[in-house]
């Protein structure tokens, strides 16, 4: 089959890469995917996926990704092991093309898709580097294994804390899950399912604010946030899941993005700022977003796809123009 001469570029391997990835290159769009430090994206990190549709039975993270991957493959397109580090818009009258670089290679495209996700997001309490891998960690399918027998402690009070709570009771023989306030942003059925297993004990009202031991974790310090009572557990670790941060930093200074690094589309733009009709596009015309790294609401694997899907027919509307 034969390809349009514009050259596309991806960034990111996530649901919304992939599913990009999929448009473009199917109609004959020469596509690049760029992995990214975690080829196939958040999903990777976890076990089974029960709400992706399509799948009766769920799926496996892992699997699902690589049915994503080789599905866009089918169709063509490349993948490059690569992180990209920054982009440069060398767009001349009237004419798109950007340069995104790794650090070593610069890249052109006629048009890109950013869908480079979120990444895990750690406490922040002064000193907690030197534990990370010695007890504390942001990856329980990665890691949970090591704590047969154990007794650990999983931060946060979303439904990632629930799902990654339950998986580690695989494991651990008790899991503490230390939330900071008695609400959850967790859905009902995942909240329920963490209440009911008898592994896990709540800690709520509590944060934790410093790690016990020399070279490997034996315990936390934690703080009550109501009364500042300030109490110890002993545990052999902890794994924190508490939200994500959205990779954009290569973005910084060229596309428009909130506080916290979330790109923004032309569809959240106000009225009076908004330059495109194509809802999926960036401030920068040819640049467009998918998925978690532009969505600070929804952030499921389904959405994320959906936004991949959008971006892609906006691409190839615009490219058509
Ligand atoms: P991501 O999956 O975050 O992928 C981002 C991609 O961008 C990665 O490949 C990364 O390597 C790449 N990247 C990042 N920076 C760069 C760069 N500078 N250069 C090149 N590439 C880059 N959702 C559900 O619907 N169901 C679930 O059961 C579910 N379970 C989850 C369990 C866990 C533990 C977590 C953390 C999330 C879960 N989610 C679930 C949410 C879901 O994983 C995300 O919403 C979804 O993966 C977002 O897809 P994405 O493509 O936008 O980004
Ligand atoms: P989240 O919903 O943003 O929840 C983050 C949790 O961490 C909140 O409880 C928050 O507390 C807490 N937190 C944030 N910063 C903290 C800090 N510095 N110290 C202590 N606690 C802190 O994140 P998530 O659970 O990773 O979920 C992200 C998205 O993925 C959601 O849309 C979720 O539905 C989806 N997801 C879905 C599934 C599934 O459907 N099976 C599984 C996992 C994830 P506060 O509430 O007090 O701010």
Not at 117 to 143: N, Q
Not at 171 to 189: G, M
Request: hydrophobic content about 35%.
């Amino acid at each position: 089959m034969s390809q349009t001469n514009h050259k596309i570029g991806i960034i990111g391997s996530g649901p919304a890469g992939w599913t990009a990835a999929i448009y473009t290159s199917r109609a004959n769009i020469d596509t690049t995917v760029f992995l990214g430090i975690q080829p196939g994206g958040q999903l990777t990190t976890t076990t089974e996926i029960e709400n992706f549709p399509g799948f009766p039975e769920g799926i496996q993270g892992g699997d699902l990704m690589q049915n994503m991957q080789k599905q866009a493959e089918r169709f063509g397109t490349k993948s490059v092991f690569s992180v990209i580090k920054s982009l440069e818009n060398k767009s001349h009258e009237g004419k798109p093309k950007f340069t995104i670089s790794d650090g070593s290679n610069n890249h052109e495209y006629n048009a890109l898709i950013i869908a480079s996700g979120a990444s895990a997001r750690y406490l922040g309490i002064p000193g907690e580097e030197k534990f990370v891998g010695k007890g504390y960690h942001s990856c329980a399918t990665c890691d949970g294994f090591f704590y047969r027998g154990k007794t650990i402690a999983i931060v946060g009070g979303g439904d990632s804390a629930m799902e990654e709570a339950n998986f580690l009771t695989k494991f651990a023989d008790k899991v503490y899950l230390i939330h900071r306030s008695e609400s959850f942003r967790a859905s009902k059925i995942m909240l329920d399912r963490a209440k009911n297993n008898p592994k896990i004990e709540f800690v709520l009202n509590k944060k934790v604010i410093d790690f016990l031991g020399q070279e490997k974790v034996q315990g936390v310090t934690i703080e009550d946030t109501q009364n500042g009572e300030v109490t110890e557990i002993e545990l052999s670790g902890v794994f924190v899941a508490i939200g994500h941060i959205p990779n954009s930093s290569f973005a910084q200074n060229q596309l428009t993005m909130d506080e916290v690094g979330y790109l923004t589309p032309q569809l959240r733009m106000p009225a009076e700022i908004r330059t495109s009709k194509y809802d999926t596009m960036s401030n920068v015309e040819g640049i467009f977003l998918a998925g978690d790294v532009e969505d600070k609401i929804y952030r499921q694997a389904i959405t994320a796809a959906g936004h991949g899907c959008k971006a892609a027919m906006d691409l190839e509307k615009w490219l058509e123009e």
